[in-house]
Each structure stands twice: as structure tokens, then as C-alpha cells.
């Protein structure tokens, strides 16, 4: 019998490669540790870098009140990761802003996603001006309607900013990017009657806000011309016919008008100490398609359709209440004409050099009607009665007629009114059969005649 097999030197051998297994997984382990470790701190970097750069807003980083880019943008051309203040928006803010066509003009439209405001964006836009939009969505109506009208800008590459008057710093840094020849300043806040509700609105938006809108254009260099919104409710308790601008304003019938007023004696006062050039539009209860759905052609055309009554105002002594309705491509075309007659501002970093222009314009249509004849036009349009209810006028700061002279506005810039408010309302009862897709007897008819209703696409 031979000696058994020495394993001393297999055993050996055995325990040596699992000791060079288990130092190579060590290894092995380390390594993927640090592959891991690496790749974090890289991502982690890239988002510090990435939210620096876009996060937050301009304004939060620079003061403590807050205005949130909603990222509501849709359209391919703007996409939604667009803080206020990134090179993204800024690259947005100065492709809207720019003009397209020779001499064209660079123009900040407050309110652009308002009724006014939008019309004149695209019209503006269309002839190859730069437009950039402001406005903050505000929710005194339906803030949804405000977004369509925003996306149907897109389409017409006009950009719109979501931000407030108020906000000095954003007004700052849009002035930073882009040397706006003109302002159309339409944003406000608008109501005769919810006035008494909200007093406090109406000095926000329509002193403080149009102050502060007015010292940083007076800063920029060069200072933009400005057109602004007034109204025909400055005329108050005026009753001389027709309204026109040589008569007095200085017995206002609600605060809203009160506001209207104080703001043409501020454009006195920063066209006088500075020299900007500012034109004031009073607009004569503007109406049409796309419009403000807390004016009262809108709410009874609501109402009317779901069957509920209507409030037609009365004056106290019985008579009828009358508004001198003024349609919407009427006063595009009178803001247009104010804007391509409106002269340079003078001042320069703040100083006046010479007098600058300064003038104010009634928008309206020339030709008063009674509220309940505005009814009776939307009951034939509608297809469907009214439940009138015939009650005095409230004192709620409405006044009982408006009725403009407008030779002034034809006179500097060719204003001229061609819509009769039964055609007007045809449009606007279009306009909103397709938007709320609902039937009206206008409705009907154009499908009847093969045509697609306005607005139904939005
Ligand atoms: O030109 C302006 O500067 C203003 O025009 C508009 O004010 P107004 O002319 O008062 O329009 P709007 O409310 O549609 O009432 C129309 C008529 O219906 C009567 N009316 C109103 C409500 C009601 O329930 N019943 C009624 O008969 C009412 O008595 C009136 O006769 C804008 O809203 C305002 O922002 C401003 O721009």
C-alpha cells in the first residue's frame, strides 16, 4: 500500500485562488462604486447648473413677491420649459418682439390676452410688427377664455408673458432685452358696476399698475410711445350730445371712470416732466367676437340660450338705457391708426428734451342704441325670446346713454366706424355658437350655407 496522496499543496493552491477571487470582486466592487458616485455627482451637477440658470423666476430671485410662469405654452415654436428670465424666454421674448417687416415696430402689448388685446396683437403681428404680449390671467372672468385667446396668439407666433403690471422687475428686464418703440397698454381692470365690489382692483391695476408701466418707460432708452386704454365712461355725468373730447370729464359716475380720468392727468404729468409721447383711447362699449363675457351682450346672449332672465336697464324717469356698442374691428383699426400717427417720445435716461405729443381720442361708433333693442337683435340672432325683466338702473355707477363724436380720430388718423350693431352681433353670435358649440339660429344658417363657425377650433 502506498503513503496516502499528500493535499497539503492542492489545499494550498485552492485557498491562494479563492483569496485572488475574493481581492478581485473587492475590486470589482469598488470600481462600480466609484463608476456610480461619479455619474451621481455629474447628474446632480447638471441639475444645480439646469435650475440655476431657469429656476426660479427672475423676479423671485431678485425680490420676494412671486409671479409664476404657468408653462402653459403649447405651441411648437414656444415650448413649455420657459422660465421667466432663462435664455429660453428671453430667445422667446425677443423672436415675438421682433418686426418683420422694413421700419416695422417693436411693440409691448399689455392685456394681450385680453378682449381688445388680442385682436390688436394679431392685427399688428399680420402687418409684420414685433408684438410681445404681457398679461397676468387675472380670473375677474373666466381665466380659460383668456388661454384660448393665448393659444390662438401662438398660432400667430405672438408670445405672451405672464406677469403683472405691477412688477417693476419684470417690466425692468423686458426692457433689458428688447428697445420696444411702442406700448399699446390695454391691460386694466375693466367693469363699471363690479367696482363697488372690488374698489381696491381698480387702483391696482389702473394707477398703480399704469405708473409703474409709465416709470420704467420713461427710464428706457429710447422711451417708447404709448397708447393707451381711457374710457367713454370719463364723460359721466356729462349730457351734452355727442360726447366729444373738448367737453368736460371731471364728474365721473363710478370709480372705474374715476380711474380712467386719474390715469389721462397722470399721462399729463409724464408727458410733461418727461416727455413721453402718450395717446389716450376712450373705447365706447366695445363688442364682438372673442369678447368679455361680463359685459352685458355676452351675459344676456348666455342667458337668453339657457332660458334664464334678463335685467334690461331703465333710466329713473322710464326711458331707455343707450350704449354707443362699438365693434371690435372698428377700434383695432382706430389703436392701429394711433399707433402709426403717434410721434417719438422726447426725453432720453429719464430727461425731457423738447414738448412730446399728447393726445386723447374717442373710439366709438356714432350711433347710440337702446338696451332692449340690443336684445331684440340677439333674440332674432339667437333663434330663441328673451325673459326680459324691466327694471330701473342701479346707482351703481352706470350712466343712462353714451353716444361718441369721433371727427377727431377721423381728422389725425381716418377713424372711420362701418359696423352696424346687427351685423357686429352676427359675428360675435357666430363666434360663440362655435366656441361653446352651441345652436343658434346664425349657426344654422352657416351650416346651411356650407361655412364653418368662428372660433370653433380654439
Ligand atoms: O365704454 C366704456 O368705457 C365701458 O364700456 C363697458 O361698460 P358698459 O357700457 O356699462 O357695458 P355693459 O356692462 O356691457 O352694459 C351695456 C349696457 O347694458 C346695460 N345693462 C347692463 C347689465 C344688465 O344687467 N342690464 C343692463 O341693461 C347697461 O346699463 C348698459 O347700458 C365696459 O364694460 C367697460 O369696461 C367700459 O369699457
Redesign the pocket.
Known sequence: MGSPPDTSKTIKLERYNSYVRRIQSTKLLNASSKLIFRTTLLIALVLVLFFTINYPPLSDRLHRHSFLSTGFFSSSRFPTSSAIGGPNWEKQVRHSSTPRRPNGFSILVTGAAGFIGSHCSIALKKRGDGVLGLDNFNSYYDPSLKRSRQKMLLKNQVFIVDGDLNDAVLLAKLFDVVPFSHILHLAAQ????YAMQNPQSYVSSNIAGFINLLEIAKSANPQPAIVWAS???VYGLNDKVPFSELHRTDRPASL?AATKKAGEEIAHTYNHIYGLSLTGL?????YGPWG?P????FFFTKDILQGKS????QTQEGKQ???DFTYIDDVVKGCVGALDTAEKSTGSGGKKKKPAQLRVYNLGNTSPVP?GQ?VSILESLLGKKAKKHVVG?PRNG?VPF?HANVSLAYRDFGYKPSTDLASGLRKFVKWYSGYYGVETRVKKEIQGAGEVPEGGSA
Open positions: 375693466a367693469g363699471v358696476r374710457s367713454s365712461s372705474y376712450r373705447f365706447f362699449t366695445v368679455r361680463d359685459m352685458a351682450y334678463i335685467d334690461v336697464y338705457v343707450a350704449r338696451v340690443l338702473m352706470d353714451t
